[in-house]
């Protein structure tokens, strides 16, 4: 026995200060303490050889008992356990080695039973109480964890000593920290660990994803010979997330992929005092400009803009939200699951009191973390969010399976039902084809309920599913780079995010060949439609919600100007009678949509004369020429292809000839993105 405790002594002053996942450091103390505490429940009181059982900060400790079992196997070491020394080493240790039982025979108290049950705790089914604490239905074990596993192989141990300042903590100090962390996080910290792969380098030491972001392959839109192809058709795309995945590359000093700049998110990032309808039976006003290219003097900018109605608080309908949250471990990094944590946090302080929280969270498994739970409990809810810890794989779909399943249990006829998906997008369990889960979220949105969705994070950013998903769900995809972002998307435009006045918007111009050459839409790539669509109530299109707007920038080439890219053919038709008539126009503009509670489309149509058209591109509103700079800005960070000349400093001057009022910051913080993007480095450097 003491020639144990003599290697044991030689073999802590010898060790390296380590730091071991936190997880498993706080899950092997609280492990062990709790069986102590367990086997010790029934012992008598009073008694001359056993110490009475205290309540200390919460939590039971055997106080003069524990510290003299530290005393005997380290003696005057209880400051470097809690400096440098490794908790959970120290834990595990004792528990392969037997060390800590016989450290209990030979103080007189019973030993601790301990099983090998690692592998059974990692597949032990999880559930969740009424109060969002994870729980277990068997206790999870890991006294069987090696301290290979704990350690990554790098982290060799090498002899130092520990500082002076960790060895000169008092004993007692040290042993209620212990107590009260283990008890406090055991039963979270547990399930994050058993959900976690052994091999989950990510989870278990921090390690943080590079380079892997996914984005759906874009190919620009091209120029148009309005004689072969005079109809353009889309749908509007109210999305903002491009902008701010690319606001936080910049903002790390790296240029955005190519594939991460959808130039219509840019640009609807912004509002543009467009006026606004005066009542819900007409949901949005169609605003047009026209004024000369900022960076082609031989075409034109048409802008189109729609506002949408906006919605008092008094008149919003009750709303019906589930929060579904990733909490898998590719989560666990500072812009991922803490900053999701507050942005939920923003909107429920948002809500009215009849409105109703669910949250359900998902990892390995999924589960209901919150029963639906009225907005005015928000003390109830913020505890079920700060309850959540990340750990283990993620298996998307079943989370949304079960999310759907929530909301329509507590589905509102009247009201606004809704699922809020926050994820880095990382799905690797369960159903990870996107079709597959694009064909899910299609059947459910036939039943009232939305999804929305809020991404986090990067590295491994899966941006096309999440497009995906908020596009086939009949909501909207924002990207929360900053608390600010959240409070802007969350609060500031809750009534956009989650009240719709106008399903399945489309859009449709018809160019006049007689005065419009040629012409290209800027953007909305993934968003296009075939002519016959426009008509077709069956085909799914964007929604806009209470106060939003949407823009829109044509290029167009007049008629007769030799800034045309596409040559006349040589047996070309000449224009028709009724196209000359009609010269003064440049085009048509149709807008189809449904009222929130109909399937039949309504449509309006507006002329795109040179009424609107102003002659230089000073003459143009603040907001039309600020609109003009972020779609230049977009079009030069996938390439420029279409943009010439024009660089960094022209867009930067544009924009600030367009600034206008600027209340919060936000087209100023533009300019600085700009600034950003000319020292941007085309590739971010490996992290070591």
């Not at 390690?207 to 072969?228: C, H, M, W």
């Not at 000839?657 to 533009?670: A, H, L, N, Q, T």
Request: net charge negative; charged share 25%.
């Amino acid at each position: 026995m003491n020639k144990e405790l003599e290697r044991a002594r030689r073999a802590f002053r010898a060790q390296e200060p380590i730091q071991p996942p936190d997880a498993v450091r706080r899950n092997a103390i609280a492990e062990a303490m709790a069986r102590f505490e367990e086997e010790n429940a029934d012992a008598a009181q009073g008694s001359e050889d056993r110490e009475r059982l205290m309540k200390d900060g919460g939590a039971w400790t055997t106080g003069f008992r524990w510290r003299r079992i530290m005393n005997i196997a380290f003696p005057a070491r209880m400051g470097l356990l809690a400096g440098g020394v490794s908790l959970a080493a120290l834990s595990v240790f004792a528990f392969n080695s037997g060390l800590l039982n016989d450290i209990l025979r030979s103080s007189g108290g019973p030993q601790l039973k301990v099983d090998s049950r690692a592998d059974q705790a990692a597949n032990a089914p999880v559930s969740l109480d009424a109060a969002g604490e994870r729980v277990t239905e068997s206790r999870r074990e890991i006294a069987d964890i090696s301290l290979s596993e704990a350690v990554p192989a790098e982290h060799e141990i090498q002899s130092a000593a520990p500082p002076q300042s960790m060895a000169a903590k008092p004993k007692s100090t040290v042993t209620r920290a212990l107590l009260q962390s283990g008890a406090a996080q055991r039963g979270r910290e547990a399930d994050a660990v058993a959900s976690a792969s052994p091999g989950d380098y990510r989870t278990q030491h921090g390690y943080q994803d590079q380079g892997r972001d996914r984005f759906a392959d874009i190919t620009p839109n091209q120029q148009k010979l309005v004689s072969e192809a005079p109809v353009s058709t889309f749908s509007i795309d109210v999305d903002t997330a491009s902008y701010a995945f690319v606001r936080a590359a910049l903002n790390r000093g790296v240029l955005p992929q190519k594939d991460a700049v959808r130039v219509e998110e840019m640009i609807n990032y912004f509002d543009y005092g467009y006026p606004v309808p005066d009542d819900r039976s007409v949901p949005f006003n169609a605003d047009i400009s026209v004024m000369p290219t900022p960076w082609n003097a031989e075409t034109k900018l048409l802008r189109i803009g729609i506002k949408g109605y906006d919605l008092q608080k008094a008149e919003a309908p009750r709303a019906n939200l589930v929060f579904l949250v990733d909490t898998s471990g590719s989560m666990n990094a500072p812009d991922k699951l803490p900053l999701l944590r507050n942005a939920l946090k923003l909107l429920v302080s948002s809500l009215k009191p009849d409105d109703t929280v669910a949250i359900v969270a998902y990892a390995g498994s999924a589960g209901t973390v919150l029963e639906p739970t009225a907005a005015s409990d928000k003390a109830k809810i913020l505890s079920a969010l700060d309850g959540l810890g990340s750990g283990g794989s993620t298996a998307g779909a079943e989370g949304i399976r079960q999310a759907y399943q929530l909301a329509e249990s507590g589905f509102d006829g009247d009201g606004v039902n809704r699922v809020i998906l926050a994820t880095d997008g990382d799905f690797n369990v369960g159903i990870t084809d996107t079709e597959e889960l694009k064909s899910f979220i299609e059947r459910k949105r036939e039943t009232g309920i939305g999804l929305s969705v809020l991404g986090f994070g990067h590295g491994n950013y899966n941006d096309e599913l999440m497009q995906a998903l908020a596009q086939n769900g009949n909501g909207n995809a924002a990207y929360i780079d900053t608390l600010n972002e959240a409070r802007k998307t969350l609060v500031a435009e809750a009534g956009s995010t989650l009240f719709t006045i106008a399903r399945d918007v489309k859009i449709q111009v018809e160019f006049n060949p007689a005065a419009i050459r040629e012409y290209r839409l800027i953007g909305y790539e993934t968003r296009q439609l075939r002519r016959e669509d426009f008509n077709n109530d069956r085909v799914d299109a964007g929604d806009i919600g209470a106060g939003h707007s949407v823009t829109a920038l044509y290029e167009l080439t007049p008629a007769g100007s030799a800034g045309g890219l596409i040559d006349d053919l040589r047996y070309r038709q000449t224009e028709t009678p009724a196209a000359a008539e009609l010269s003064d126009e440049y085009g048509y503009l149709k807008i189809r949509y449904k009222q929130p509670d109909s399937d039949t489309s309504e449509l309006i149509g507006v002329p795109i004369t040179a009424d609107s058209e102003v002659a230089t591109v000073e003459a143009a509103s603040n907001d039309t020429r600020f609109a003009a700079a972020v779609a230049a800005f977009g079009q030069v960070l996938r390439g420029g292809r279409h943009t010439g000349s024009f660089d960094y400093d022209d867009i930067i001057a544009l924009a600030r000839s367009g600034k206008g009022d600027d209340p919060y910051g936000y087209r100023g913080e533009f300019i600085t993105l700009v600034e950003l993007a000319k020292s941007g480095q085309a590739l971010q450097p490996l992290k070591e």
